[in-house]
């Protein structure tokens, strides 16, 4: 019987040699990579989400300056600032010809004149050299202001630009962004303000869940804001991102 025993001991001791403690030292192993790599992993994705989510506010930021020149404030709704693209239109100043260009301002000042004693209105005469300038007469020097449509004067060159992107927070699987406008005192001046945030509990959805913690914790802590933002409510900034 203890012959047995010790066999089963035997036994035992081989389970453990040889199959048990190469099991523990492949998890501690794998356990020790894991602690590694998975902050590595998820500083790779973090920063590959982010580049995303930054030019996505900048596009943003971009529209809502764009509508401020024109209006005078940012506008304060998603909705609202896809219209603008789609409807809105932009003052471009067109340039022609150059004032060092001697016999151009010559030739200008006799097409002016000759307009001015068909009693043509000085506010027409920029029209005026435009239609000529259009006929053929390249030897004219003027300027005159246009308006062309947001969406053939800003990001027409980018062919993958898409307007119906800019309400959502990428990789966050549908997730609004959050935009708020307004205009306050500031040094009792009245100021229009403008707000883009995007939350990392959102920007990444489905990667390491205590990381994620660890991040926004750390941003918390720091009194910083735990996502990406352009601009501040509260401090403005010139509609700066909290990245740059």
Not at 15 to 44: D, G, H, Q, R
Not at 189 to 201: C, F, G
Request: charged share 25%.
């Amino acid at each position: 019987m203890e012959l047995n025993n010790e066999k089963v001991m035997n036994i035992t001791r081989k389970a453990l040699t040889y199959v048990v403690l190469p099991l523990v030292i492949l998890y501690l192993a794998y356990a020790n990579w894991m602690s590694i790599t998975a902050p590595l992993n998820f500083e790779s994705a973090r920063k590959s989400r982010e580049e995303v989510a930054i030019q996505r506010l900048k596009d943003i930021r971009t529209l809502q300056e764009a509508y401020k020149n024109i209006n005078g404030r940012y506008v304060s709704t998603m909705d609202s600032l896809q219209m603008f693209y789609r409807e809105g239109k932009l003052p471009v100043i067109l340039r022609v010809g150059s004032t060092d260009d001697s016999l151009a301002v010559v030739n200008t000042d006799r097409a002016i004149a000759e307009l001015k004693r068909k009693r043509v209105k000085d506010a027409d005469i920029p029209d005026s050299l435009y239609k000529r300038y259009l006929a053929g007469d390249m030897s004219l020097v003027f300027s005159i202001e246009h308006e062309m449509p947001i969406k053939d004067t800003l990001f027409n060159e980018r062919a993958n630009f898409c307007v119906d992107s800019l309400a959502f927070i990428p990789f966050s699987g549908g997730d609004s962004v959050q935009m708020k406008a307004i205009v306050a005192d500031v040094s009792n001046v009245r100021t229009p303000l403008l707000e883009a945030k995007m939350p990392y509990s959102s920007l990444l959805k489905g990667l390491d869940k205590q990381l994620v913690v660890n991040l926004i914790a750390e941003r918390d802590s720091s009194d910083r804001y735990p996502g990406l933002k352009i601009g501040d409510l509260e401090r403005p900034n010139n509609n700066a991102g909290n990245w740059e």
